[in-house]
């Protein structure tokens, strides 16, 4: 016998996020950066052309995000009180996400500008200084200051270049990505389905009457 099926296919968005991340775990002198990379799919790239190197990399622990919800480094890339017309700073995005950059002004008492630029396109710009935190308990510590991380969305995949208008100190990138769609069921409904009675008994097509069958009535004349 002919079936007639009814397909009733359901797609989910997994709400998995994958990171990759972006921190310094050893010190550099000045003049030892220009040219060097850190990641490996998810890449920070330096270029250091002042005179003799302006960039390095000291220890300094810091906490950002929240008090709820923290991350904890312990090195810091200074760009040495420089803008940057004398060193630059470029990002490579393996695929779209949002980016997170743990960043703040190189002296406590001044603000500074840091864009992030794909092409010609300025994805975002920040006004980073250290009134962007919050206190309170961290580890058992009252007290502890957490500053904020800044948060980009839908970063497109390939080069951003960072500009900064002053010293601007960089403790970490995070890239967060989607896991993507997947479809993971289908059912179907058959015509010749087993059919019963209002009495239960399984009856067969010749039956007239009001039959249950797929779970639902139905009246067969």
Known sequence: MKKIFTLLTMALMTLGVQAQSISFTETKAKGTLDGATFGTDFVLTVTDKADGGKLTIDGNNQYFGTV?????????????GKSDSKNALKLTVPTEGTLIIAMRSSSSSDTRTVA??????????????????????????????????????????????????????????????????????????????????????????????????????????
């Not at 709820?68 to 040495?80: A, N």
């Open 68 to 80: 709820e919800d923290w991350t904890y480094y312990t090195f810091r890339l200074k760009t040495g």
């Open 116 to 221: 992030f630029k794909n092409g010609d396109n300025e994805l975002a710009s920040f006004e980073v200084k250290d009134e962007n935190c919050t206190k309170g308990t961290v580890e058992g510590v009252e007290n502890k200051t957490v500053f904020n991380f800044y948060t980009i969305e839908n970063v497109p995949a390939g080069d951003i270049d960072i500009t900064y208008n002053g010293g601007t100190n960089f403790y970490g990138f995070i890239l967060k990505t989607a896991t993507g769609i997947r479809t993971i069921g289908m059912t179907e409904a058959a015509t010749d389905a087993p059919m019963y009675n209002l009495s239960g008994q399984r009856v067969d097509e010749n039956y007239r009457g009001v039959v249950i069958q797929n779970g639902k009535k139905i009246i067969r004349k």
